[in-house]
DNA sequence: CACCTAGATGAAACCGATTGCATTTCTTCT
DNA sequence: AGAAGAAATGCAATCGGTTTCATCTAGGTG
């Protein structure tokens, strides 16, 4: 079999207990002895089991993180593996490892969860958005286990996230184009189920309200995230309205509106400007170049990462939640009217 | 503290080891018990320590991730996320989770491995590329350890790997220029440190050998897997040479490469031609949207991690290896000479 | 009726660490 | 010199399961 803390501590002539010190560094083991059972692990080439050290330590140095909809959903939208870049440079800088549990929908994510939980898997979970009928915040939260959402979660008490703002972010975007001398916006976002979704509707209506522009509940589409999503809640709308500008919650879902309004006969930017959101690397080079909200995705990994091991490593955090500002990235989806 | 093995056992008034056995749906144990223990479980919320499971039984059901160079920086190329998702789906299938250790550099990434396969924290590796001078292969091999490398190893020897044709898929690019009446062909690739980079640079070569071509070693150039990375690389051959066509075996690299070529003043396509590798989503958008050999890098992910849960169920698997073919998209970055 | 066998369950060792408490050996102080 | 305290280390319980082997019961057989 493998070399264990016991063959370590046969060979050096200690206690199995004096080596588990030794690795620990506890001070109140003498140099000498130190010496001997580290000689004695490199001698024997031993390397301590992380699961036998997890189950009687109960630390495990690992971050779980729960993706939303299914892991392979997920990882075809740029905004994810960017968000996990961040978490992976802290997670790194603080030695933790990260565990991704697979789920394929709502029901195997719940699963997936307890299974991290209750399996002391992990240290500490990141969810990587937060769905307004998400049974997991409650639960995590009762359960009193260490996370951090991303994306404000609609009962936020209690509980740690990072966010843009993104009220002010669909207002900024708004603002805009409205300065460019539009009326006529649509709005299109990803379901209403996800509270970012919702927050960005709001901030979009509180632009329209405050230059005086009424709302029309036609101008306002949902569908999935992803290009086809963008293409059909586009073809929706133009089936029925005449806008002259768009503001998109998402970059993805954005090419798919700019699709759907050049199959329709409409010339961007020249018929109908189109903002998006998120800045993924594609958007500079899409035709044309997108207008968008840039919202630090790389920073919101970042930020929950060390807001997890933040709160991981004292009791109570000072700040329970961050927001990450965001900016407005100017290029040639949008004309002035 | 929390509810175990023991608690369900006194609850249903039978010993741990019976209790186990439920759980493992053994058939030894009679219909009543289980009904009876499993209702313990229900009325005390029990779900079992994945910790101390593994602990006993030596199984993690996890799959471990090896990313090249930094995980932040695999992060950044497209390639790895969409990789990934293949892996995801299989894993997900199986029912597998992912630990991704989080290196920054060769040395820890060694450290990583080490840490995974001698810590017990997953059942096998899948290694997302192979370095001319990885170190980790042989160890792996001689460690006994289930692992399988994306990207043919040097030395293939009772290794199991999954990889494109890369010497067929470069011949096919090349070939494809010189069809097109090229004859100045440059050559960029990342480092050569890459066994796929060598043997993209053998295709290369050898499409031109077969056509009469003479190698210039002037025409060849490596740098990093970056935007920036392709742009110095063309900048240095366009210093010296004047290609009408090059072959970048990363489409994120071509992006750089193309940067380089509008930089000294030329035209793409019509002074040069440019064929891209990987076909990442970005690259039908690119302007001109780039020409590109698609890899079938979900495909990557797919059969790699099938090909190792395959090696977990079965000691032996009949195939050590599995080509996925790849073909030329053609868009709009090339033309005929 | 004694014996054997199959089926169901339990007892206890084990997986490889960590950690609270006990023990031993020195110092040091009065 | 004896007691007290500090320093170094060991003992054994524990973490929460799995698994081998033994035990017990009941039914079948000659």
Redesign the interface.
């Known amino acids: 079999m493998?070399v264990t803390i016991k063959d370590v501590a046969k060979k050096a002539n200690v206690a199995p207990s004096t080596v588990s010190r030794v690795i620990a560094d506890n001070p109140r083991i003498s140099k000498e002895t130190k010496e001997r059972v580290w000689k004695a692990m490199e001698e024997l080439g031993y390397?301590?089991?992380?699961?036998?050290r997890?189950?009687a330590s109960k630390v495990?140095n690992?971050l779980g993180l729960i993706m939303p909809r299914?892991?392979?959903e997920a990882?075809?939208n740029?905004f994810?593996?960017?968000v996990?870049?961040g978490i992976?440079?802290v997670?790194?800088r603080e030695k933790?490892?990260?565990?991704?549990?697979?789920?394929?929908n709502q029901e195997e994510e719940k699963e997936a969860v307890?299974?991290m939980v209750?399996?002391?898997?992990v240290d500490g979970i990141i969810l990587l958005s937060s769905r307004t009928t998400d049974e997991l915040i409650p639960w995590l939260r009762d359960e009193g286990f260490p996370f951090v959402v991303i994306g404000k979660p609609l009962d936020a008490k209690s509980v740690y996230w990072v966010d843009n703002d993104n009220i002010g972010a669909a207002k900024l975007a708004t603002n805009y184009l409205i300065k460019h001398g539009h009326r006529e916006i649509a709005f299109i976002s990803g379901s209403l189920e996800y509270v970012v979704s919702l927050d960005r509707l709001d901030g979009y209506k509180l632009a329209l309200e405050e230059n005086g522009i009424p709302f029309k509940r036609e101008l306002a589409e949902q569908d999935e995230f992803s290009e086809d999503g963008g293409y059909r809640a586009m073809m929706r709308i133009l089936e029925r309205e005449e806008p002259t500008a768009v503001v998109v919650t998402d970059d993805v879902m954005a090419?798919g509106v700019i699709r759907a309004a050049i199959d329709k006969g409409y010339k961007v930017p020249d018929d109908i400007s189109i903002i998006g959101f998120n800045n993924i690397?594609?958007s500079a080079?899409?035709?044309p170049p997108l207008t968008t909200i840039d919202i630090s995705t790389f920073d919101l990994g970042i930020k929950s990462a060390e807001l997890l091991i933040a709160r991981l490593k004292q009791k109570e955090v000072d700040t329970d939640h961050i927001i990450v500002p965001v900016k407005l990235v100017e290029r040639k989806s949008c004309v002035a009217r």
């Open positions: 493998n390397y301590p089991n992380a699961i036998a997890s189950l495990t690992t299914s892991t392979e990882f075809s740029p994810f593996p960017e996990m870049r992976s440079v997670a790194h933790y490892d990260l565990l991704l549990s697979t789920s394929g307890i299974n209750k399996g002391k898997r090419f690397p594609l080079f899409a035709n």
